[in-house]
């Protein structure tokens, strides 16, 4: 199992930036992609940016332009880089990888979540 440990986030005001970052535990080789989704009261979680293992990414439309996702290989980390944050940003933030136990074994991991509020 892919354990995650997410680090980052915290309290902001509207136009601030946060960084949050995520280590997976195994080696990057049986990890697909590696993305940050959010949940906010209410609402269902939804996928923020995600990054393939060919490096193409997709981000949701809301945070086109604002956010980057990156990652390292070396250190089996992916971070997200926020930027000109908006209080519609607040959300519980989770990290997410898509990794292979077997050939034809797809599994998934989260984190624990990281909360990012942005106050107005």
């Known amino acids: 199992q892919v354990q995650l440990m997410e680090s980052g986030g915290g309290l902001v005001q509207a136009g601030g930036s946060l960084g949050l970052s995520c280590a997976a535990s195994e080696n990057a080789f049986k990890i697909t992609s590696r993305g940050w989704y959010r949940q906010a009261p209410g609402k269902q979680r939804e996928l923020v940016a995600q990054i393939s293992r060919d490096g193409s990414t997709i981000y949701a439309d809301s945070v086109k332009g604002r956010f980057t996702i990156s990652r390292d290989n070396a250190k089996n980390t992916v971070s997200l880089q926020m930027n000109s944050l908006k209080p519609e940003d607040t959300a519980m933030y989770y990290c997410?990888?898509?990794?292979?136990?077997?050939?034809?074994?797809?599994?998934?991991?989260w984190g624990q979540g990281t909360q990012v509020t942005v106050s107005s």
């Open positions: 997410n990888v898509v990794w292979f136990a077997s050939i034809v074994d797809r599994r998934s991991s």
